[in-house]
C-alpha cells in the first residue's frame, strides 16, 4: 500500500503530542526527531527532509498557531499542510492549450512505464475529456515496444502510427503529426524510446523530437519503487529537455513514497499523474491533498484535520459573538455561517466550533434545519437586497411578498423565515450575555 509505513510512523509521533498542554521547543523539538527520521526512512531525499523539518518547526513555534487547537492536532495541521507543499501544493492539470493537435511527449528510462503510460492517458483524456487521441511508438530500438503500443491502441480503440523499425524516431514523430491533423485528432502521444541508463545519444533524439514537434507536454515516466534513482534522472532528464511533468507509475508497489515526495522540490516539475497497477485503467491524476491526507488518514488523524480546518478562524469567531451580544446578527451573516454549515452537516456542529456555543446549539435543537430546508432559506436570503440582509427590520410585507415571489417560497415561509431569524438573534443575545446595556429588547422586523 502506497506510503503505508509513512502513515504508520508519523500517526506514532501525532500520539506523544497528545496530553500535552502547549507547544514548546523541547517536545516540538522530540517530535521533529521522529518526523525527520520517518521521512527519510520513506527515502525522502535529504535536503527536502531537513527544509521540511525546519518550516515546521518554524510553524509550530511560530504565530501561526490557533488556539483552539490542541498542540497535537496544531502538528498534525501543519505537517499536513507542509506534506500537500512537499507533493506540489495544489493539483497540476496537463495543459494542452495552443497547437491542435496538442502533442504529448513521454520520456523515461527503459521499464518505467512510458508504453503503458502513454496508453493510459489516450484512454483517460478519450474518457474524462472527450478527446481524440492519436498515438505514436516511436522506439524503434525496441521491436517489441512497437507491437506492444499498438496493441495497447487496438484495445482502446485508438488510432495509431504504422511504425516500423527500420524509420527514424524524428521522421516517425514528424509523418505522425501530420498524419493526426489529418484523421482528425485533437491530441498526440509520442512514446519515445528508453535506454537502461541516461546516455548522450538519447537526448540528443528525444530534443530533436522536441524541436520538430514542439509538444505541449513533455512527461517524465518513472519507476516509484526507485526512489531517489527516480528523482535523479528525472533532474537530468529535465535539465536537458524542461520537461513539464511527471508521471509515477507502479505507486501500488511504493509503500515509502520517497520520489513522490522529492520530485516537486527537487525538479521544480509536479507528478500529474500516478500509475496504480498494470491495466489501462488504473491510473488516478495526482491530487496532493488528498495524497497527503492519505499519508496521515490512518486512524483518527483525518477527522483532526478536518476539524482543524474547519474551524472558524479566533478573530472571525470574536466578531461574531459581539455582533450576537449586540444583536446586530444579520441575515447577511447567517447566510455566509448557513454555507459553511453547508459543508459541516449541522447548525449543531458548526455552533459547537464557536467558543461558547456548544450550550446553544443544545438549546436550539428544533432549529436543525435538513438539507433541502437549507437550500430554501438560503433561495430566500439570495432574494433580500443587501440592505434588507443588513437590516433585517427593513423587511415589512410588501418586501416580505417581493422576496417570496423571488425564491419561489410563500409569503408565509418568508415570514417564518423572518419569525425563527428574530428568535434566534434573541437566544444568541442571552446566551452572549448581551442587552443589558444598549438597546432594550429586539428591532421589529
Ligand atoms: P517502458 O519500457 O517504459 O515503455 O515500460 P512499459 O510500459 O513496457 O512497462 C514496464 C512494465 O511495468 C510492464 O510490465 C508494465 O505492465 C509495468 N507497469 C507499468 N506501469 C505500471 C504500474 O503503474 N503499476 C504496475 N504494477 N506495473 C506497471
Request: hydrophobic share 40%; aromatic share 4%.
Amino acid at each position: 500500500l502506497v506510503f503505508e509505513s509513512l502513515g504508520e510512523r508519523l500517526e506514532g509521533v501525532f500520539k506523544r503530542f497528545r496530553g500535552q498542554g502547549k507547544l514548546t521547543e523541547e517536545n516540538v523539538g522530540e517530535g521533529l526527531r521522529e518526523v525527520r527520521l520517518a521521512l527519510l526512512e520513506a527515502d525522502v531525499n535529504f535536503k527536502v527532509v531537513k527544509d521540511f523539518v525546519d518550516r515546521v518547526r518554524e510553524k509550530s513555534l511560530g504565530q501561526e498557531v490557533m488556539k483552539s487547537l490542541t498542540p497535537g492536532q496544531q502538528v498534525v495541521k501543519i505537517v499536513h499542510e507542509e506534506l500537500v507543499g512537499l507533493l506540489g501544493g495544489s493539483t497540476t492539470e496537463l495543459d494542452l492549450r495552443g497547437k491542435t493537435p496538442a502533442g504529448i511527449m513521454m520520456v523515461g528510462l527503459q521499464g518505467s512505464g512510458k508504453t503503458t503510460s502513454a496508453g493510459k492517458i489516450a484512454l483517460w483524456l478519450r474518457r474524462e475529456k472527450k478527446m481524440k487521441p492519436y498515438l505514436v511508438p516511436a522506439d524503434v530500438y525496441r521491436p517489441a515496444a512497437i507491437d506492444q503500443l499498438t496493441k495497447l491502441a487496438g484495445q482502446i480503440g485508438v488510432p495509431v502510427y504504422p511504425s516500423t523499425p527500420d524509420m527514424n524516431p524524428v521522421d516517425i514523430c514528424a509523418d505522425a503529426l501530420s498524419r493526426a491533423r489529418e484523421e482528425g485528432c485533437n491530441v498526440i502521444l509520442y512514446d519515445t524510446a528508453g535506454r537502461l541508463h541516461i546516455d548522450e545519444p538519447l537526448m540528443e533524439e528525444l530534443s530533436r523530437i522536441k524541436d520538430k514537434c514542439a509538444p505541449a507536454e513533455i512527461l517524465f515516466v518513472a519507476d516509484a519503487m526507485t526512489g531517489q534513482d527516480a528523482v535523479n534522472v528525472a533532474k537530468s532528464f529535465d535539465e536537458r529537455l524542461d520537461i513539464s511533468g511527471v508521471v509515477l507509475t507502479k505507486m501500488d508497489g511504493d509503500a515509502r513514497g520517497g520520489a513522490a515526495l522529492s520530485i516537486k522540490s527537487v525538479t521544480g516539475k509536479a507528478v500529474k499523474f500516478v500509475g496504480l497497477g498494470e491495466a489501462l485503467s488504473e491510473m488516478e491524476v495526482f491530487h496532493p491533498d488528498r495524497i497527503a491526507s492519505r499519508i496521515l488518514g490512518m486512524g483518527d488523524v483525518m477527522t483532526l484535520i478536518e476539524k482543524a480546518q474547519t474551524t472558524i478562524d479566533e478573530d472571525e469567531a470574536k466578531a461574531l459573538q459581539d455582533k450576537m451580544r449586540e444583536a446586530s446578527f444579520n441575515f447577511e451573516d447567517f447566510r455566509v455561517q448557513m454555507r459553511r454549515l453547508k459543508k459541516l452537516g449541522s447548525l449543531e456542529g458548526l455552533l459547537k466550533l464557536i467558543p461558547g456555543m456548544g450550550k446553544l446549539s443544545q438549546q436550539l435543537g428544533g432549529l436543525n434545519m435538513p438539507e433541502k430546508e437549507l437550500g430554501r432559506v438560503e433561495a430566500m436570503i439570495d432574494s433580500m437586497t443587501r440592505d434588507e440582509r443588513r437590516r433585517p427590520e427593513l423587511l415589512n410585507k410588501s418586501r416580505k411578498a417581493r422576496i417570496a415571489k423571488g425564491s419561489g417560497a410563500t409569503v408565509a415561509e418568508v415570514e417564518q423565515l423572518c419569525a425563527n431569524f428574530t428568535q434566534m438573534r434573541a437566544m444568541m443575545q442571552n446566551m452572549m450575555g448581551g442587552g443589558k446595556k444598549g438597546k432594550k429588547g429586539l428591532p421589529a422586523m
